[in-house]
């Protein structure tokens, strides 16, 4: 296990450079002749080994010598001066994520269908991701070059799993051994470098809940504010993950875990001013208990992870509503649809619909599906499926259908299991609308 915990992380071929995916008309790029397909190599004799790179070493300077491969092999170098200001109008191509060397016992790729969508097997680890988009890393198999890289280039906030900082505890959930475990070091040297960091727990019940927790929560809050926020989220269990070590998360855990979290809070908020640990949205729904208001989540630190995201959600709705009632709706006797959703998110959604239907007339239906493509105790609205929404066909009513955006990948219409969207808004025969609450807002107000 070893050795294949240590390959996938430390061993990249790359080719070098940068590969350039776009050249804006306008731009310096284009006024040096950088096309599609080029590769930036060096930036004033540093190699440059992805955008983030680029970005590094470019800004701010006004003097620069570009070494360039071009697509068709010619090497250029490029001399350039430019106003401090001046951007080059070049899009990269996008980084590719380097791979996690742990084997946790809760991990999604184990939860996913044998067919699924090659992505949703990349187990990524990189802490530019991390910087970038928010995602999570344990730090157990970074190298030297990338520590170095986060306090150089100033990569902050970092996102961490911790999980447990019991080391037994963190090596078992990990599936490694407790040197590779132990980030002790290389937490301390991030944070005495100044980076900031934001970490996660996935609360596996029986294995780093009660004590556990406490412990790894209080370890975190002696480093506030450089670790600044702990997200607690549930594990989630699929039909396809059926390792025997973990168990269930049920309600009666989730009000559990509140009980015992909220005591926590309240010491945190007295010594810290602030919460520090956050519940994930999905404990407080499955416990049937309402989300706390928005004060509890101060500037909403790690709502991505689903911290804070129906509060928000829940402001932003009365934002709307208050705006509907200076703008009114046009044509209400038109908005009557059903808004499919998962089940989780389902009956917190319902009353602010309800609200909307009362005040404008409208006929909105609210329709919680269960996700039959992952199975388990998967209830969030993202991860629903084509198959998913055609066996709630019967329930689908009115004269369109409004689904979660986040059902669809992002630069294409096509779902989780390879349904198009066109394809089943034939099977359907309704009207589908993929909305972000974005979208959702403007549908109303057109
Ligand atoms: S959960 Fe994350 S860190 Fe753990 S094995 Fe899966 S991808 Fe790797």
Redesign the pocket.
Known sequence: MYEFAVTPAVTSIRRRGVEIAGVEPEGLGHELELESGDRIIKVNGRMVRDYLDFRFQTAGETELVLEVRKYTGEDWELQIERAEDEDFGINFEQIVPRQ?????L????KGNPADARPSLFV???DVRLSFLYGN???LTSITEDEMRRIVEQRLTPQYV?VHATDLSVRAYL??IDEQRADISEKLRRLLDAGIDVHAQVVLCPGINDGDVLRKTIDDLAAEFPRISSVAIVPLGLTRYNTDKRLTAVTPEFCRQTIKEVSAIQRDLRARLGTNFAFLGDEIYLRAGQKVPGRAHYGDYPQIEDGIGMVRSFKNEFDLLLRKLERRGIKHPEEIDGTIVTGTLFAPALQPMIDELNRRFATNLRVEGIENHYFGGDVSVAGLLTGGDFLTARERIQGKFAIIPRTTLKSDEEIMLDGMKLEQLQEALGIRLYPCDFKAFAQFLLN
């Open positions: 996690c060397a742990n084997e946790c809760f991990c999604f790729c187990r990524d680890e999570y890393t344990t799993s990990l599936g």
